[in-house]
C-alpha cells in the first residue's frame, strides 16, 4: 500500500469539516413575468426557446437583469460577452455555474475547479500543466478509439426504426472518452451523467440535495484517487497526482477539483453538441443530403453547428462595481456568460439567424473568448467529428420520429435531451 | 504578404491550422505556431487566400496579416 499524505481518510475528513458553504440565497421558481427585469436560464420557458429570448433581449434591452440567485445579469450582444471575457480584473471565475450559493471568497484565485474556476495569476499555472494532454495532437490518439465505439453504438441499433439520439448515442460518447483518459472503470458511466445533472442542470435545487449529490461525487472521485495511488497508470488521474506547481505536489483539492472539471466539464457539452447537430440535420434534409454526399463539407458544417447551437453559457461573479452594455454591475452579482447568443449576434455574424452549412468565414466563440478558451476544445472537435461522420456513414437516411417530443436542456448548458429519431 | 501569431493573444483555438495545417501548427500547450513555409513570416505565393481565411476564422483575432510585401 503506498501513502500519500494528501490521501487520507483523517486529512479528507478534516478538509470536509473545514468546508465552507459560503453566502447562501432564496430559491426562486416558477414562470418569468418579464425576461428583461425577471429572467430565469432554468425555466422550462428558456430551455425551449433560448434563441428567441436572446434575439429578442438583444434587439431592445440588450443587458438583462433577474433578482433571482441573489441578483444576476444576462448580456446578450456579441461585444458584451467578449468584454466581460477578456476583464478579469472585474469579473471573477470563483463560480462559473450560477446557483444558489455564493463561494466563500477566499476560495479565490484557485476555485474549486481549477482551472476553469481560477483568475490569474494561478490560473495561468494551473492550465499550463493541463494544456498538453488536449492539443489537437495528443486528442487525435484518441480517435480511433473513439470511432470503433461509434460504431458500436450504431451497431446496436440492428432491428430498430426509432432510437434516442441523445441518450442513445450522444450522451456515451464523451463519457466513454472521458472515462478512458481519467482511468475511470468504462462500467462507472451510468454513474456520470447523475454527477453531471447535479452540478449543472440541478444547480438551482434545494443545497441539502446538492450536498447529498456532491458527497457522492466526491466519495467516487476520492475511490478513484485511492485506486490509483495504489495503482499508478498512464492517465490523467495519475499524471494529476504527481504533477508539481511551485516545486511541491498539488493541493489534495487542486487535483480532486481539477478530475471533476475534466469530468463534468466534457459531457454534458459534447453531448448536447453532438445532439443539436443531429436534431438540425434531422430537420433539414438538404443539408443532410449533402454532408451525407459531399464530406469535405463537414468540417465547416461542425463549425457552423458550434456557432448556432453552441451548448456553453459560462458565468462569472462581479468582482469590482462596473459599468458593462449601459447597466450598473455591483459587486458579487452574477454574470452569465451566453457565448451562444454572442453567436447569433447580427452586428457580427453575416445571416446569424440561419444556418448555412458551408459558412467560410466563421469566428464563433463556442469555446469561449480569452484566457479560458474551453481546454478541452480540440476534444470535443474530435469527437462531435467522429460522432457525426460515423452517424452519418452509417445512418444516412433519418428524420424526427416526433418534434413534440424532442427535450431540451435548462441551466447553462443547452442541448437536447431527449431526441427520438426515426433511422433508415 | 506577411503574417504572424500574436502570442499575447493566441488562446490556442486552434482554428488557423485546423484550416491550413501546412502554414500554421501548434506548439507542447496547443498555441498556434508558424510553420516551415511560413517560418520567415512571407505567406508562399498563392495562398495568400488561406492565410486570409485563417485569420477571419480566429476567436481572439491573432493570426495577423500583413498585407504589404516588405520592400
Not at chain 1, 31 to 52: G, L, M, R
Not at chain 1, 133 to 144: D, E, G, L, R, S
Not at chain 1, 392 to 405: G, H, I, M, N
Amino acid at each position: 500500500m503506498t501513502v500519500d499524505d494528501r490521501f487520507t481518510e483523517e486529512a479528507r475528513q478534516q478538509r470536509i469539516a473545514e468546508s465552507q458553504l459560503g453566502t447562501v440565497n432564496e430559491i426562486i421558481t416558477g414562470p418569468v413575468k418579464d425576461w428583461t427585469t425577471d429572467f430565469s436560464h432554468f425555466e422550462e420557458e428558456y430551455a425551449e426557446n433560448a434563441i428567441q429570448i436572446w434575439d429578442d433581449l438583444r434587439g431592445r434591452c440588450p443587458v438583462a437583469h433577474t433578482e433571482r440567485f441573489g441578483g444576476a445579469w444576462l448580456p446578450t450582444r456579441y461585444e458584451d460577452v467578449q468584454a466581460i471575457a477578456y476583464d478579469t480584473e472585474h469579473f471573477t471565475s470563483r463560480a462559473i455555474i450560477i446557483s444558489n450559493v455564493r463561494p466563500p471568497l477566499d476560495i479565490a484565485p484557485v476555485g474549486f475547479a481549477p482551472p476553469i474556476s481560477s483568475d490569474p495569476p494561478f490560473h495561468h499555472d494551473a492550465r499550463k500543466l493541463l494544456l498538453p494532454a488536449f492539443t489537437k495532437a495528443n486528442v487525435a490518439k484518441q480517435a480511433v478509439t473513439t470511432e470503433a465505439f461509434c460504431h458500436s453504438l450504431i451497431d446496436g441499433f440492428a432491428g430498430r426504426d426509432v432510437v434516442d439520439a441523445a441518450t442513445e448515442y450522444g450522451m456515451y460518447i464523451p463519457m466513454r472518452v472521458i472515462a478512458d483518459m481519467l482511468g475511470f472503470p468504462q462500467e462507472d458511466t451510468e454513474k456520470f451523467t447523475r454527477f453531471v445533472e447535479n452540478v449543472l442542470e440541478g444547480a438551482n435545487d434545494p443545497i441539502e440535495e446538492r450536498q447529498e449529490r456532491g458527497m457522492a461525487l466526491s466519495n467516487y472521485l476520492f475511490e478513484q484517487v485511492r485506486d490509483h495511488i495504489d495503482n499508478p497508470r498512464d492517465d490523467l488521474t495519475t499524471y494529476l497526482l504527481n504533477a508539481e506547481l511551485y516545486g511541491q505536489k498539488l493541493e489534495p483539492q487542486h487535483v480532486v477539483g481539477t478530475m471533476t472539471l475534466l469530468l463534468i466539464a466534457g459531457i454534458d457539452t459534447t453531448w448536447s453538441a453532438i445532439g443539436a447537430s443531429l436534431w438540425h440535420l434531422a430537420k433539414n434534409p438538404e443539408d443532410r443530403k449533402r454532408l451525407v454526399e459531399d464530406r469535405s463539407l463537414r468540417p465547416k458544417a461542425v463549425e457552423e453547428f458550434l456557432r448556432a447551437y453552441a451548448p456553453v453559457t459560462m458565468a462569472r461573479l462581479v468582482k469590482e462595481d462596473v459599468e458593462l452594455g449601459g447597466v450598473q454591475m455591483k459587486k458579487e452579482d452574477w454574470v452569465l456568460l451566453p457565448f451562444p447568443a454572442a453567436n447569433r449576434d447580427p452586428e457580427r455574424f453575416e445571416r446569424a439567424d440561419e444556418v448555412v452549412i458551408d459558412r467560410e468565414v466563421n469566428r464563433h466563440a463556442a469555446f469561449g473568448l480569452g484566457i479560458h478558451r474551453c481546454v478541452g476544445s480540440h476534444l470535443a472537435r474530435m469527437e462531435l467529428t467522429v460522432a457525426l461522420d460515423v452517424w452519418l456513414d452509417r445512418v444516412p437516411e433519418f428524420s424526427l420520429e416526433d418534434p413534440a417530443a424532442v427535450r431540451w436542456s435548462a441551466g447553462q448548458i443547452r442541448g437536447p435531451r431527449a431526441l427520438p429519431l426515426r433511422i433508415g | 504578404m506577411r503574417v504572424s501569431i500574436d502570442s499575447a493573444t493566441c488562446q490556442g483555438h486552434g482554428r488557423c491550422y485546423d484550416l491550413a495545417p501546412d502554414l500554421f501548427g501548434e506548439d507542447e500547450e496547443g498555441y498556434a505556431t508558424l510553420t516551415a513555409l511560413t517560418a520567415d513570416g512571407e505567406v508562399p505565393a498563392g495562398r495568400e487566400g488561406d492565410v486570409r481565411l485563417a485569420a477571419a476564422n480566429c476567436p481572439e483575432s491573432a493570426v495577423l496579416v500583413h498585407e504589404e510585401a516588405r520592400l
